[in-house]
């Protein structure tokens, strides 16, 4: 790999070969076993304790779908205004186009583009990931999400699905 100096920081880029090697490792599907968020020495669960949902992840595009697994079902498919606002609070879902960078020593870079989410206030912004795969789990870290008002680290991880 070829490394290039600039302005006293190392940079690289990696080949197409590279590029398909780290993708190998992401591609599929995975089914998410926990999700935290850490703002200074406090951790929450955003969707609850227990979460369920999926990644999955094709050659070109990130998707996400995390809900909180204790949420009630409401009586009908129809909802309420008040059903309508707890299931929404109790979600998050979107989409978009990612590249990737190589190992670092934080894993695998990814940045996701997103182009479609259940919550607009994330459209057409950046989601950067830093992933480490081992055997059939991802390990999956996002520093400065702001959560809340305040900036939080948040983490999940997930098992192989398919």
Same mark, same amino acid.
């Not at 929450?44 to 204790?70: C, K, N, S």
């Not at 259940?118 to 057409?124: E, G, P, R, V």
């Given at each position: &790999?070829?490394? %290039? ?10 080949? +197409?070969?590279? =590029?398909?090697?780290? /993708?190998?490792?992401? %591609?599929? !599907? ?18 609850? $304790? =227990? ?25 009908? @498919?129809?909802?309420?205004?008040? $059903?309508?606002?707890?299931? &929404? ?7 978009g186009k990612y590249t990737t960078? $190589?190992?670092?020593? $934080?894993?695998i870079k990814l940045t996701t +583009?997103?182009?479609?989410? !259940? ?13 480490? *795969? +081992?055997?059939? /789990? &991802?390990? *999956?870290?996002? @520093?400065g999400v702001i959560m809340t008002? =305040? ?8 098992? /192989?699905?398919?």
């Amino acid at each position: &790999m070829k490394k %290039i100096r600039l302005a006293g920081a190392a940079a690289s880029s990696p080949s +197409h070969a590279q =590029q398909a090697i780290i /993708k190998d490792q992401l %591609i599929g !599907s995975w089914r998410v076993l926990n999700l935290k968020a850490t703002t200074g020495d406090k951790v929450t669960y955003p969707l609850g $304790e =227990q979460v369920a949902g999926y990644v999955t992840i094709t050659p070109t595009r990130f998707w996400l779908l995390f809900v909180d697994a204790a949420r009630k079902a409401p009586p009908a @498919p129809a909802l309420t205004d008040a $059903e309508a606002i707890a299931m &929404m609070k109790t979600q998050v879902a979107w989409t978009g186009k990612y590249t990737t960078a $190589e190992q670092a020593a $934080e894993g695998i870079k990814l940045t996701t +583009h997103v182009d479609a989410a !259940s919550n607009q206030a994330i459209f057409d912004s950046d989601r950067v990931y830093f992933i480490r *795969v +081992h055997g059939n /789990k &991802m390990m *999956v870290k996002s @520093p400065g999400v702001i959560m809340t008002g =305040q900036t939080s680290v948040v983490e999940f991880e997930l098992v /192989k699905a398919d």
